[in-house]
Each structure stands twice: as C-alpha cells, then as structure tokens.
C-alpha cells in the first residue's frame, strides 16, 4: 500500500488532478484503515480517470484486486448528469469492461445488487427490439415498464381491509405480516437458534404458532 501512496502523490502532483473539495489544502487523495481504503477526489471525469489509472498501475505491480463486493462509491454535489456519467464509467471499468451490454452476463461471485440490474436488463431486453417498445404504441413510459417487471401475484380477497387509506400504516403492515403467518414467533426463533423454548408466552403450555397465539390460545379466547 505504501507504494500505492508513492504513486498517488506523484501523478496528483504532475498531472492535472482535482482534489476533493475539503481535502484541497492538505492535498489528501487517500486513507488507509486496516484493510479498507478510502479514496477522495473532486467528481469530474478527469480526476476519476487519473484515479482509475493509478489503480490499475497498482494492481498491475502487487497483484491486489479490487472486491467489488466491499466496493462503493459516494456522491455529494455533484450535477446528475456528470454523476450519471462517472456510474456509467465506473460499471463499464469494474464490471462491463468493454463487452457488449446487451449480451453481457454478470459473473458468477457478482453482487446481488448488480446481479439484479442484469436481470432487469435482460426483461427489458425481451419487450425492447431494435428500437422499439412492443408492450405499447405510444413507445417507452415509466408506468409500461415498471408493470413490465414488477412481480404479479394474484389479487387476494381481504386485500381491501389491510391496504385502504383509512387504515394506519403501521397497523396494516403488521397485519399484513400476521395473515402472512411471518411474524417472529417463537416456533420460527427456534429455528433460527434465537431461543430454545417454543412455548406460547402467554399460557407457557403450547407451542407459540400463529394459530395457537390468534385461534386457540385459551387467553385470547377469553
């Protein structure tokens, strides 16, 4: 790592690099906790290329790569369309590299994040054929594509008395999650290892279930 510093200090120095705003005076490119490396730069596209350069040359010398899984990468004030810009160039460096983005497929040990941007890729990629959006005449919307790819599940009976605008959020949500059967009740804790006893809480004699707590515990029948 040390040489990485050596290396960062003399292309800043020689070329023409733009430090992050706040870092300007000490002329700080970088800090290095432990094995984590934090990296500052001004957001244009010339101090990003620079940077990416000065990595790869490291990479190239010590053998260390880049985990893209541990990696990210933080904007503030930076205008969206150079934001955009530099997203796109950095996905193209880190992962695309130059393949064809319509047929690219995402490695296997990728994030399960652009794992999931490859997938949305590949559904658009089904209804978008040379130039044209297939699902309406009118061409692309927001609305014909987020229905494109949203899950479709099948409308359910009580639909209507958990989601309405008169209900509590909060109440609705836990409600959901109740005729879900996906509560943290203590016969779903024992098998995650949380507790040892599965006993309903409140009797201390069955076993505490969505159904015993809400049916047939002789309390609540009470």
Same mark, same amino acid.
Request: hydrophobic share 20%; aromatic share 6%.
């Given at each position: 790592m040390e040489y990485l510093s050596r290396v960062l200090s003399f292309v800043t120095a020689k070329m023409n690099f733009k430090y992050h705003a706040l870092c300007g005076q000490l002329k700080l490119t970088h800090l290095m906790l432990a094995d984590d490396l934090l990296l500052f730069i001004k957001g244009d596209i010339g101090s990003i290329m620079i940077l990416l350069r000065v990595y790869a040359t490291f990479s190239a010398a010590s053998g260390v790569q880049m985990n893209t899984l541990k990696s990210n990468i933080y904007f503030n004030g930076v205008a969206t369309d150079v934001k955009d810009s530099l997203w796109v160039k950095w996905v193209n460096h880190i992962y695309i590299k130059g393949a064809n983005w319509t047929d690219y497929t995402p490695k296997q040990d990728s994030s399960w994040s652009w794992k999931s941007v490859c997938r949305v890729k590949d559904q658009f990629k089904q209804v978008y054929s040379t130039g044209t959006w297939t699902l309406q005449p009118k061409g692309y /919307?927001?609305? /014909?594509g987020y229905q494109h790819i949203r899950f479709k599940f099948p409308e359910v009976s009580w639909h209507k008395c958990i989601w309405n605008k008169w209900r509590v959020p909060k109440h609705s949500f836990i409600n959901w999650i109740i005729i879900r059967e996906a509560l943290p009740l203590k016969d $779903?804790?024992?098998?995650?290892?949380? @507790?040892? &006893? &599965? $006993?309903c809480c409140i009797c201390s004699i069955h076993a505490e279930t969505h159904t015993h707590l809400f %049916? %047939? @515990?002789d309390y609540n029948k009470a």
């Open positions: /919307s927001m609305n /014909s $779903r804790l024992v098998q995650y290892g949380v @507790c040892t &006893d &599965d $006993r %049916q %047939q @515990c």
